[in-house]
């Protein structure tokens, strides 16, 4: 039971923003799932934090920064029942080794520091022309 306290779920649309040719960032929603215990967002803490790995068929990151803004809720880094938090990746600076282009299939692992991890996998189209593109 306590495994699942913590988790998170997706809300919206997992967006990658590209240069053309390769995903420069990626833009997650999250919330609580019901009857979800509080996860800190914070990604300055040095324990007890959230902590996000990318994993593609070339390379494994398993400590990503990333950034928080709180959409809904009351302006702090710990995510509670009824907030909404957007999880920016800038993928250019914080993994430049990470080339994610056209039809890759790459993994996101958000992992609390307790209750499940949100794993998130998904392939990019065929073609990365468009500036955002909503991987949905």
């Given at each position: 039971l306590q495994k699942t306290r913590g988790s998170m779920e997706l809300t919206g649309g997992i967006l990658a923003t590209s240069n053309g040719t390769q995903v420069t960032d990626f833009t997650i929603g999250v919330t609580?799932?019901?009857?979800?215990?509080?996860?800190n967002l914070d990604a300055t803490d040095t324990s007890n934090r959230t902590v996000i790995s990318y994993i593609d068929t070339a390379v494994t990151d398993n400590n990503i920064v990333y950034t928080t803004t709180e959409v809904v809720g009351d302006n702090d880094s710990l995510l509670e029942q009824g907030e909404l938090a957007q999880i920016d990746i800038d993928m250019a600076t914080e993994c430049p080794t990470c080339i994610?282009?056209?039809?890759?299939?790459?993994?996101?692992e958000v992992k609390p520091p307790?209750?499940?991890?949100?794993?998130?996998?998904?392939?990019?189209?065929?073609?990365?022309s468009q500036t955002v593109i909503n991987l949905n």
């Open positions: 609580l799932a019901a009857g979800g215990d509080n996860v994610v282009s056209e039809n890759d299939t790459f993994v996101l307790s209750g499940s991890y949100l794993v998130i996998q998904r392939t990019l189209p065929a073609s990365m």
